[in-house]
């Protein structure tokens, strides 16, 4: 397993909950600790600890098997690898924190009903189904195992308008880029939309949840946001939204700072209610 966490001397608080990230497909981990959109540093300075994980298949994580990245065998093999990072008596308890395919991975390990403390899932960049025509486009990737999408293409579907994001984007974003399972692209597309009601309903923890407006990945919309909510019935709290002025990568726009803020507090509320 590989991945980032804060270097910062800051002392975490004491009744902070530890917040494990998983980005999205075609990033690493570094998608979170982008100098100027750091989720990781944000976090520190606030006093929480946080840990952005590679997914299988991204940075040094063991890979699955080929063909087989699909968003529940991925939970299932995080889920593990949480539970062996946290340890048998973790001092503290757990909020996912997941974007794009890592949200819906997120969603499902929640789903699982993890050992360890789960006490709250903030996800964003993703909803229920994506445009017609992302089925097409993705089903007719090269018939390799990983696909490296270009950056002209990534540029084009994950900023919002170009007074959305700063100067230094989307140029910065690349340093965070990796190739994709070819697989994992197709199951969001045509699995995902199959299995959320099932995995959704099985959600027993808070849940903040934000659609950007501006999203080109997937069908939009506040009724799309609201159905969304709507299948998170087990959940006894739903904080969901449609995010204005931003693109499919939320964290990357000029709006990142403020969503990334209430992405943090959202996780304290999580820690201070269980404390109660």
Not at 212 to 219: G, I, P, Q, Y
Request: with cysteine; net charge negative; charged share 20%.
């Amino acid at each position: 397993m590989s991945g980032r966490r804060s270097t910062s001397d800051r002392p975490a608080a004491p009744d902070a909950p530890l917040i494990i990230a998983l980005h999205g497909g075609t990033y690493t981990s570094a998608y979170f600790d982008l100098p100027g959109f750091s989720l990781i540093e944000r976090a520190a300075d606030a006093g929480i600890p946080i840990v952005a994980l590679d997914r299988p298949c991204y940075g040094e994580t063991t890979p699955l098997d080929p063909g087989s990245e699909t968003i529940r065998n991925s939970a299932e093999r995080l889920d593990a690898i949480i539970a062996a990072l946290v340890g048998p008596a973790p001092e503290r308890a757990v909020v996912l924190l997941g974007h794009s395919i890592g949200a819906a991975i997120a969603l499902a390990i929640a789903a699982r009903q993890p050992s360890w403390p789960l006490i709250g899932v903030a996800v964003s960049g993703m909803c229920l189904d994506s445009p017609p025509e992302a089925g097409a486009a993705w089903a007719s990737l090269p018939e390799t195992t990983m696909v490296e999408l270009p950056a002209a293409l990534k540029n084009a579907v994950m900023f919002g308008p170009p007074e959305t994001f700063d100067a230094s984007m989307p140029g910065l974003s690349h340093d965070a880029d990796a190739p994709v399972p070819r697989a994992e692209l197709i199951d969001i597309v045509t699995g995902w939309p199959a299995i959320a009601p099932e995995l959704l309903g099985k959600v027993r923890v808070p849940v903040h949840y934000r659609l950007a407006e501006h999203d080109r990945l997937w069908v939009g919309g506040a009724d799309e946001v609201a159905r969304f909510a709507a299948l998170l019935a087990a959940a006894p709290d739903v904080d969901a939204a449609l995010r204005p002025g931003t693109g499919h990568c939320t964290d990357l726009h000029r709006d990142g700072a403020a969503f990334q803020d209430e992405q943090l507090a959202f996780a304290r509320r999580c820690a201070a209610t269980t404390a109660r």
